[in-house]
């Protein structure tokens, strides 16, 4: 008798099934996809007879990955993006750039720094559509790392493996303080004049790099910092305690923050610290697309090396 005819193995199968491992829920993979639960179903018991293998692990609380569909999530993934940017490479030797990128951005206050290069980007190449993923350095070199993510916007220095980066912001540490603080006149000041100075700080929990690095400056200047508050979250926390005279801090100065009331910001001359930001994408797996983009980033808000410590972690 002849064989039993099987269907062969589309992208779209491998589509599906990446989509149902990375929600565990067939149900919220249908919904990702646009496509009915039923004909999902059969599209991953189709691949599974395809392949010959359990691939997932059925039960009431969703699906889980047997060991070989963990192996082969992994290798669907690569050959989804290598699928997706051969489609970018004809489409830019056809002399067009289109399909989609996402980007990757810790706060409101990065994304806006991006956005006027994103406009003239899209201006430029109409056909790309962009999508956001919100996340902090973490979570984005993990979405990098599996392809969901192209393009990250995270701190650095910090371990890049198997990334390219590009330094695009560079934010200086500076002391800052209620305007009715003793040390308001001062125009500069020094690790060393903090010494007796009570701390609004974040917690080790929220920003663990960060929160070691300062503790070790600190110690380089001859005292540990008296914390008087510790909060999780982002700065603009801290900073509507520090306003109210709670404690003064050392921070990440974006020029946004000049605009709550009752805070002044003074240089710190020793040490100079900065805070430096950058594009990350994964070095053998840039599209066309990223390219073009981070190209003009490049060209837009490429910064020069500068004079001080750069702090990695907030």
Known sequence: MPEKYRPAMELRHLRYF???????NITHAAVRLRVAQ????????????????????RGRQGVTLTAAGAEFQRRARALLAD??????????????????ITLGFPTALHLDHLAPVIAEFRKEHPKVE????????????????????????????GPLYGMDHAV??????????SSRHR???????????????????????????????FFRLCANAGFRPRVVQELGGYPSVLLALIAQGVGLSVLPHFERAEGIRGLVWRTLARPQLWSDF????PRKAASPIVQAFVALVRE???????????VRGF
């Open 278 to 281: 950058a594009l990350v994408w």
């Open 18 to 24: 990446v989509a149902v491992a990375e929600t565990r």
């Open 38 to 57: 039923p004909a999902l179903s059969r599209q991953l018991a189709d691949l599974e007879s395809e392949l010959g293998l359990r691939l997932f692990e």
């Open 130 to 157: 962009f999508s956001f993923v919100h996340g902090l350095r973490e979570p984005q070199m993990k979405g990098l790392r599996e392809g969901r993510i192209e393009v990250g916007f995270v701190n650095v220095p």
């Open 83 to 100: 699928a997706d940017r051969a489609v970018d490479a004809a489409r830019v030797a056809g002399g067009a750039i289109a399909g989609r």
């Open 183 to 213: 040390l308001a006149k001062r125009k500069s000041l020094e690790f060393s004049d903090l010494t007796d100075e009570g701390f609004v700080f974040c917690t080790r929990e929220s920003r663990p790099e960060f929160y070691d690095e």
């Open 168 to 177: 695009i912001w560079r934010i200086p540490f500076r002391v800052v303080m």
């Open 300 to 310: 837009r808000l490429g910064t020069e090396p500068a004079a001080g410590e750069s």
